[in-house]
């Protein structure tokens, strides 16, 4: 595993984790897991340690721990404690770790939807709740590859535009440059527009998104901006159309 590669099974997760822990971190995982298989509601409880227990820092060794795509050895930790709740409850227990949890304890319930099996209204309840947030953390967790699935083309666009305003990589975002649709391009290239005409920056990776059904009108006007008599907007229009591939 990279440190851009999210685990897609327990199994995968827990070969992970294990080798970054040590044999007391061991021990209390498994205590812990085994607690909640015989009490689904431990999990509330245990939840709130598996940072201090098991660490904050990457998964993977040599990971950028300020990567908002990069799972955490809690994100993992706290995702198999999820799995380890009987099917029948987890989707109390997620919602409830959700709703009471801390910043990094809903990035790891949200993170654990990749590797839980839990069904799509409860997907789309906690990916919609972490969209409505100004969190990057959290949107690059919704966005995983479990997240997008419960999205429809409209949630998917309004998701993406979330993501390009909290500043992700959109080319990190699963679906991307599969569920572009021609709408989603042309939504892309008007906000472009929007930012050169504010005489503000634009991150590199819209182009992904535009360039996947590229609006001839829409790319026209951003190229006139170039030679806007307002030098903000031009050198802004330049450098926009300068990182495009």
């Known amino acids: 595993m ?24 061991r021990a209390w995982f498994a205590e812990s897991r085994d607690r909640i298989g015989d009490d689904p509601a431990a999990v509330r409880v245990l939840f709130p340690a598996v940072s201090r227990r ?22 993992a930790g ?14 109390g227990e997620l919602r409830d770790c959700y709703t ?28 919609d709740d972490a969209l409505r947030t100004n969190d990057v953390r959290l949107v690059a967790a919704a966005l995983g590859p479990a997240g997008v699935a419960v999205l429809d083309d409209d949630g998917f666009a309004q998701a993406v535009l979330k993501a390009v305003f909290v500043d992700l990589d959109l ?30 920056a634009v991150p590199a990776s819209v182009w992904t998104v535009i360039d996947r059904h590229p609006p001839a009108d829409r790319l026209a006007a951003i190229e006139a901006e170039r030679d806007h008599e307002d030098p903000h907007r031009a050198a802004a229009a330049a450098a926009a159309l300068d990182a495009r591939p």
């Open 2 to 25: 990279t440190d851009q590669t999210a685990p897609t099974d327990p199994a995968e997760v827990t070969a992970h984790l294990d080798a970054r822990l040590d044999d007391d971190a």
């Open 54 to 75: 098991v660490g904050r820092g990457p998964l993977a060794p040599g990971g950028d721990g300020d990567d908002p795509f990069v799972w955490h050895r809690d994100d």
């Open 78 to 91: 706290r995702a198999l404690l999820l799995a380890a709740v009987d099917p029948g409850a987890r989707p």
């Open 171 to 200: 080319e990190r975002i699963a679906g991307i440059p599969d569920r572009v649709t021609p709408e989603l391009s042309r939504m892309m290239a008007d906000f472009v527009h929007e930012r050169v005409a504010a005489g503000r």
């Open 100 to 127: 009471h949890g801390d910043a990094r304890e809903r990035r790891g319930v949200l993170r654990s939807l990749e590797v839980v099996e839990v069904d799509d209204e409860v997907t789309a309840e906690l990916v």
